[in-house]
């Protein structure tokens, strides 16, 4: 059985933006502007976990640009044993469901695979449509914002989790095949090691073209059926803070007391 | 068909505040394309359920009451939703962007090859399309989104919009079969541990929140009091969830949770940029820090620059009297 985790590169979570003429740029002031995305690391930790745990074969799946290598190379250093980038101008710019229409065709041509992991957003589009759009496409069992794998039987193929939804845990049962989507809660990422590192760097990972993926549908900008063109800062907020200063702080809240009940917010 | 449909999500009979939010949105969507408005109620033992959704001015229920639907599942659910709308054709469709409903929205617009945008924060009907206001990268920067073809599909972030009120309906309830046997339904339910007693962070009007100013678990006790005395939930910065001092439930920022309350009071919080992406839009921001110079206070309407062990406790004494 494999498991395959599908990632992102994204902004790090310092990153500051700019807009000009709807192009967005970044910059980060750590030095780091793009890294393998935040909730992706729990999908990568918990995918070696299976390796570890139930002998599973893996492999660090992306769509996206060649820089992408770099992200699988940290999901390589952390334990990963393969990597496959997707890269293919005419798959740029696709909207969440060409995105979804990709993977599921590159997914299509790993054997053996019966699990996709995904952290439960990219922290870009915060949008967490492409796990379940995944699940679809495969005609497999979506099950996201999983908080713990309670139990894996590959032999009898069904995998029992946990998942954190708003109003409490629900437990469920599902058959294999599955795409889950994970959150911070299933565990604690893993640094990459020295011996990690090196050996991510030494590898030599294969890119696929649209000739190696046979993609069911359309893709690309021209197929996406959402218009992102008009994108732009925040308003600043209107407010410019009132510092309550006063002779004791029992005075000083008395005075915020009476601000925050004329705001009608209590 | 061609008009505008909302998905109702429920539990126990009782609809969730999201969705009231989506049936206001929908009801102002629907008016200013000059159609109607169908709400679409699945679940079990839910016809009184329908009949009460009716009456928050929508001109149609679809419902659907059977066994499989009793726990949304999105295998069982996700087939009828996007059968209906292929037979119906709406134009536009809504459900909060909770996890089951953007579970939800994402089967039926693969389903269908349908567009969809996620946390509407603002729509706007330009054209005949739903232009649709959403923070991106983790609300650093706004974007206004349609759907280019076909079916227009949005999902609505909590507390965006205000909550549909009762105004009666001369609308029907119209009762469809299930699509999905159980049998072909590859997921079972095995239970289900409510958190229900504690205020939830997105749905809260008020969020206390504490940093690493706390000092440490014991720390969150003041900032819990006052949660506790203002009927609201409590909030905490990463550094003190990496710190291991509160759960993670309770992070408020890029990394936890994106929230949107009346009222946010930020105790010993320095107010890193991840921090504010998850807060900013909250319409009354305090910050109580000891250090003058902490980014919050560029956020908050108002600051008190002092200790938050003296502050926050002479503030929950303050509330108790007040509000008796």
Known sequence: MKVVVCIKQTPSTTAEFAVDNGQVSWDDPGGKPLVLNPWDEYAVEETIRLQENHGVDTLALTMGSEESLDALKTCLAMGCQEAVLVNDEAFAGSDTLGTARVLAAALGQIEEAQMVIFGKQAIDGDTGHTPVQVAVKLGWTPLTYVAAIKELDPAGGTITVERLLEGGKETVTAQLPVVISVVKEINEPRYPSFMGIRKANRAKIPAWSSDDVPVDGEVGSDASRVDWSQVYPLPERDTSVEIIAADSVAEQVKILADRLFEEKVI | ?324
């Open chain 2, 1 to 324: 068909m061609s008009g505008v449909w909302v998905w109702i999500e429920h539990r126990d009979g009782r609809m969730a505040t999201i969705s009231l939010e989506a049936l206001s949105a929908a009801r102002d969507v629907a008016g200013d394309l000059g159609v109607g408005v169908t709400a679409l109620v699945l679940g079990h033992e839910v016809k009184s359920l329908a009949e009460q959704v009716l009456s928050y001015g929508v001109d149609s229920v679809i419902g659907c009451d059977h066994k499989t639907l009793a726990t949304f599942r999105v295998p069982a659910a996700g087939p009828l939703v996007a059968s209906l709308a292929r037979e119906l054709e709406p134009a536009v469709f809504l459900a909060g962007a909770s996890i089951v409903g953007r579970d939800l929205a994402a089967w039926v617009a693969a389903e269908l090859d349908a567009g969809l945008i996620a946390d509407g924060t603002e729509l706007k009907v330009v054209d005949g399309q739903v232009v649709v206001t959403r923070p991106v990268y983790a609300g650093k920067l706004l974007a206004d989104v349609h759907v280019t073809a076909g079916l227009q599909m949005i999902t609505l972030r909590s507390r965006a919009f205000p909550q549909a009120e009762k105004i009666g309906s001369s609308g029907v309830v119209e009762w469809v079969d299930a699509l999905v046997a159980e049998e072909d339904i590859p997921v079972k339910v095995e239970g289900f541990e409510s958190s229900a007693g504690q205020v939830s962070l997105t749905d809260a009007t008020i969020i206390v929140s504490g940093g690493r100013g706390v000092g440490g678990p014991d720390g969150f006790a003041p900032v819990r009091e006052l949660a506790e005395v203002l009927g609201g939930a409590l909030g905490a910065s990463r550094a003190t969830v990496d710190a291991g001092w509160i759960p993670y439930e309770h992070q408020v920022g890029q990394t936890g949770k994106t929230v949107s309350p009346d009222l946010y009071i930020a105790c010993g919080i320095s107010g890193a940029i991840q921090h504010q992406a998850g807060m900013r839009t909250s319409k009354v921001i305090v910050a109580i820090n000891k250090d003058p110079d902490a980014p919050i206070f560029q956020l908050a309407s108002y600051g008190i620059v002092a200790d938050l062990f003296d502050v926050v406790p002479a503030l929950t004494e303050e509330f108790k009297t007040r509000l008796g």
